[in-house]
């Protein structure tokens, strides 16, 4: 199930550079001008997952296989996007494609590297980049309310876009629709404003532990749950070292108890409400990522969608009756293997083998 996050920010807010730190990479230009990234640049991200490691050792495998996310550097935005300034009608289309949007916000003092505005207001950036979005939503809204186009809208669709229209236009609170109507349904919707976010503060070395005074406005105004204080630059340099210990030891230097990938991941795991599954034996060990509430056929189609289509039985151990087993034989022996069927919800950390018809 490949899952896309999209990282955006007005230009020069270390957008580029998070970008590089999260894929290990130099892909992405980071230059100290605006629109130094104009087509999106796209890095595919092995989630890490100590569970992987200790299946692959119990089951002796050949190959162990990390699920993934998709990590997308957009264009920066600026106030006007929704009517084509800067680079707005690239921006837009690019942040539709995206699940979720990683919101990078400048929480930092710099002499060196330019800002698009007067002054550093993380909380004026994001609103600016918010009402862009919303302003690009209404447009969209109008145009498939037209009396021509209407007609090839149905009725629950319909209801959508007018229910988020009344609450753009009343500056009210877009989260409200994410209960009354069908995910499937948001999620084609193709609108922005209701796309799932995270906020990241991008900070100074001096700022990694407990913030500023730019974090702090942040957070009074938009709350803790789902923001992330990091380092762009301090990312960038830990990546940049080989060795683990060194990593280590230069994260236990400056005070940091996890990457900002770590915490990036887990939160977007959060926010996406997401789990993992595994299948694992002497092939291979492999993670795989599945919404929560999936049912057991579900799981199996994320495999094949064979699989799926002649579900039978899956056999299951929770991860820690594997371990504390060993593996598949002695779990089995020890009566903790079970054979779920079509109804079964799988659990975070399930180890799965599939029974179906060819």
């Not at 692959?56 to 996310?69: F, G, M, Q, W």
């Not at 862009?132 to 109008?142: N, P, R, T, V, Y």
């Not at 599954?277 to 929560?292: H, L, Q, V, Y």
Request: glycine share 6%.
């Amino acid at each position: 199930m490949g899952f896309k996050c999209g990282i955006v920010g007005l230009p020069n807010v270390g957008k580029s550079t998070l970008f590089n730190a999260l894929t290990n990479s130099n892909k992405a230009q980071a230059e100290n001008f605006p629109f130094c990234t104009i087509d999106p640049n796209i890095g595919i991200v092995a989630v890490p997952d100590e569970r992987l490691d200790k299946l692959a050792k119990i089951s002796i495998s050949k190959k162990k296989i990390n699920t993934t996310i998709s990590f997308v550097d957009i264009a920066g935005l600026v106030k006007g996007a929704s009517k084509g300034e800067g680079l707005g009608n690239k921006f837009l289309s690019h942040i539709r494609e995206v699940d979720a949007i990683i919101h990078m916000i400048r929480c930092f003092d710099s002499d060196d590297i330019q800002n698009v505005n007067p002054s550093i207001d993380p909380v004026r950036d994001l609103e600016i980049i918010e009402t862009e979005m919303k302003l690009a939503d209404l447009e969209s809204i109008q145009k498939r309310l037209d009396k021509k186009n209407k007609k090839n809208v149905d009725i629950e669709e319909l209801k959508l876009l007018q229910t988020v229209q009344k609450i753009i236009d009343e500056d009210g609170d877009l989260t409200v629709i994410t209960n009354e109507f069908d995910e499937k349904l948001l999620k084609n919707s193709g609108l922005l404003s209701n796309k799932p976010k995270l906020y990241v503060c991008n900070v100074d070395e001096e700022s990694i532990k407990s913030g500023n005074k730019y974090t702090d406005d942040f957070m009074k105004k938009f709350g803790e749950k789902n923001t992330l204080v990091i380092s762009a630059d301090i990312e960038n340099q830990i990546n940049q070292l080989e060795d683990e210990n060194e990593k280590k030891n230069y994260m236990k230097m400056i005070n940091m108890s996890e990457t900002g990938l770590n915490s990036l991941i887990k939160k977007g795991y959060e926010l996406l409400n997401l789990q993992t599954f595994f299948t694992s034996g002497p092939e291979e060990t492999r993670a795989w990522t599945i919404t929560k509430e999936s049912t057991a056929p579900n799981a199996a189609g994320e495999i094949h969608s064979d699989f799926e289509k002649g579900f039978i039985r899956a056999e299951t151990i929770s991860y820690e009756d594997f371990l504390n087993n060993q593996g598949w034989l002695k779990s089995k022996e020890a009566g903790k293997m079970r054979l779920e069927g079509k109804e079964y919800i799988i659990k975070d950390g399930d180890i799965l083998n599939f029974r179906f018809n060819t």
